[in-house]
């Protein structure tokens, strides 16, 4: 049997624009337009020889850090965009959620989009209309379906987006990380369902930072490392590769991490992981760990935010927090260089590797998203008195909990 995907030596090239004075005014862009100066420029493969098959029923999981090729290999799957070399054979009808609202009309209400994105599948109005009452089931939108889409949350969107791409029954359904702008229960509610259309046959291409989400789902994965497939096998053997990647790069780093020095656009400059108020890429069970994310931006922040997830080994988060939800470190005036700092007085995380996405933005815009950037241990602590609990069962540590006995 003919796989449902070939892609054959794949490859997608960009072409990159450097500014050769820094930054320019408007009258500056103006004089050198007269002067027919041009910027210099130079080529980047964000993908170089890709090749690889899929079987009919296969769940592939695509994974690799920022950068990658990972994103940009979807789009190319989808068509979204050409590849520069090789090509894809396709033999199944695909549907893809890469982007909140990718396939959808903002004036349209959630009604005529449900209607109008599955007509983009190739699919006929009475197989939608069979459809229907599970997609609005399923998404939760049953209150707003005749309110126009631009209304809708980024949340609401994407529960209506994948909605329409599940249950419409595409052959092939390719996602993308986009699943984590959903809460918890949403996003369990989707991994339920993308197993049971891999149980029902179908095929499925799947991009996730969360490494638990992508062994369950998937039984074979994919590495990518800047634009190469580097390693292609059985989903267990692939995210233990990614992860001996992560901490051949990071172990390194000793608390104190530089990024972005020369390039404006970037905000994060530094990153410092400190326990006990020393510089430290290893922690303790109890100490008092402290992240401090140095920015500097080309405008004026009025709200800016830091946000924190730190993952397990497995990429499973455990403490997701950002400084909108709690008091402190709040600019009193409009601020473009600085430092943001979270302090936990008292860490919970039981010993083991944890990995850390940060999120640094202005008011509810994100400017830069780094993840699996930088990775610490958490040792044991000396606990006098009792054991500690097995953290087989346990994924936070408490050290003081109260107990009483009593005969009545």
Same mark, same amino acid.
């Given at each position: 049997?003919?796989?449902?995907?070939e892609?054959?030596n794949?490859?997608?090239?960009?072409?990159?624009s450097?500014?050769?004075?820094?930054?320019?005014?408007?009258?500056?862009?103006?004089?050198?337009?007269?002067?027919?100066?041009?910027?210099?420029?130079?080529?980047?493969?964000? *993908?170089?020889?890709?090749?690889?098959?899929v079987?009919? #029923?296969?769940? !592939?999981?695509?994974?690799?850090? /920022?950068? =990658?090729?990972?994103?940009?290999?979807l789009?190319?799957?989808?068509?979204?965009?050409?590849?520069t070399?090789g090509?894809?054979?396709?033999?199944?009808?695909?549907?893809?959620?890469?982007?909140?609202?990718?396939?959808?009309?903002?004036?349209?209400?959630?009604r005529e989009?449900?209607?109008?994105?599955?007509?983009l599948?190739g699919?006929?109005?009475?197989?939608i209309?069979?459809?229907?009452?599970?997609?609005?089931?399923?998404?939760g939108?049953?209150?707003?379906?005749?309110?126009?889409l631009?209304?809708?949350?980024?949340?609401?969107?994407?529960r209506?987006?994948?909605?329409?791409?599940?249950?419409?029954?595409?052959?092939?359904?390719?996602?993308?990380?986009?699943?984590a702008v959903g809460?918890?229960?949403?996003?369990k509610?989707? *991994?339920?369902?993308?197993?049971d259309?891999?149980?029902? #046959?179908?095929? !499925?291409?799947?991009?996730s930072? /969360?490494? =638990?989400?992508?062994?369950?789902?998937?039984?074979?994965?994919?590495?990518?490392?800047?634009g190469?497939?580097q390693?292609?096998?059985?989903?267990?053997?692939?995210?233990?590769?990614y992860?001996?990647?992560i901490?051949?790069?990071?172990?390194?780093?000793?608390?104190?991490?530089?990024?972005?020095?020369?390039?404006?656009?970037?905000?994060?400059?530094?990153?410092?992981?400190?326990?006990?108020?020393?510089?430290?890429?290893?922690?303790?069970?109890?100490?008092?760990?402290?992240i401090?994310?140095?920015?500097?931006?080309?405008?004026?922040?009025?709200?800016?935010?830091?946000?924190?997830?730190?993952?397990?080994?497995?990429?499973?988060?455990?403490?997701?927090?950002?400084?909108?939800?709690?008091?402190g470190?709040?600019?009193?005036?409009?601020?473009?260089?600085?430092?943001?700092?979270?302090?936990?007085?008292?860490?919970t995380?039981?010993e083991?590797?944890?990995? =850390?996405?940060?999120?640094?933005?202005?008011g509810?815009?994100?400017?830069?998203?780094?993840q699996?950037?930088?990775?610490f241990?958490v040792?044991?602590?000396?606990?006098?008195?009792?054991?500690?609990?097995?953290?087989?069962?346990?994924?936070?540590?408490?050290?003081?909990?109260?107990?009483?006995?009593?005969?009545?």
């Amino acid at each position: 049997m003919k796989p449902i995907l070939e892609i054959q030596n794949i490859s997608k090239k960009f072409r990159i624009s450097h500014q050769t004075n820094g930054y320019l005014s408007l009258r500056d862009r103006m004089m050198n337009a007269l002067k027919f100066e041009k910027n210099s420029t130079e080529d980047f493969w964000a *993908l170089k020889d890709i090749s690889f098959e899929v079987q009919a #029923g296969e769940s !592939i999981g695509i994974i690799g850090r /920022n950068g =990658a090729g990972k994103s940009t290999l979807l789009k190319i799957l989808s068509k979204i965009t050409p590849p520069t070399t090789g090509k894809i054979i396709s033999r199944g009808r695909m549907a893809s959620l890469l982007e909140v609202g990718t396939g959808f009309h903002p004036e349209l209400t959630g009604r005529e989009n449900i209607f109008f994105n599955g007509s983009l599948l190739g699919m006929k109005r009475k197989e939608i209309e069979n459809k229907f009452d599970e997609i609005v089931d399923f998404s939760g939108t049953e209150k707003f379906l005749d309110t126009p889409l631009k209304h809708y949350s980024s949340g609401m969107q994407l529960r209506l987006a994948f909605a329409v791409a599940a249950f419409l029954e595409p052959e092939i359904l390719i996602i993308d990380e986009v699943l984590a702008v959903g809460d918890a229960e949403f996003q369990k509610k989707c *991994l339920g369902k993308m197993e049971d259309v891999s149980k029902s #046959g179908r095929t !499925i291409l799947f991009v996730s930072h /969360n490494m =638990a989400a992508v062994q369950s789902l998937c039984t074979k994965s994919i590495l990518l490392k800047n634009g190469k497939l580097q390693f292609i096998n059985s989903s267990d053997e692939v995210i233990q590769a990614y992860f001996n990647q992560i901490e051949g790069n990071l172990k390194k780093h000793n608390g104190v991490l530089v990024f972005n020095q020369n390039i404006k656009a970037k905000p994060i400059k530094k990153i410092e992981i400190l326990c006990d108020g020393r510089n430290s890429n290893t922690a303790y069970m109890g100490c008092q760990l402290e992240i401090r994310v140095h920015f500097k931006t080309t405008t004026n922040l009025d709200a800016p935010v830091l946000g924190i997830i730190l993952k397990d080994s497995q990429g499973v988060p455990m403490i997701g927090v950002n400084n909108k939800h709690y008091a402190g470190n709040i600019a009193e005036h409009p601020i473009s260089e600085g430092c943001i700092s979270m302090s936990i007085p008292y860490l919970t995380l039981f010993e083991g590797v944890y990995h =850390a996405d940060i999120h640094f933005g202005n008011g509810y815009s994100d400017f830069e998203i780094l993840q699996d950037c930088f990775e610490f241990t958490v040792e044991p602590m000396k606990f006098a008195s009792g054991e500690i609990p097995d953290k087989r069962f346990n994924k936070l540590f408490i050290k003081e909990i109260e107990w009483t006995l009593g005969s009545k």
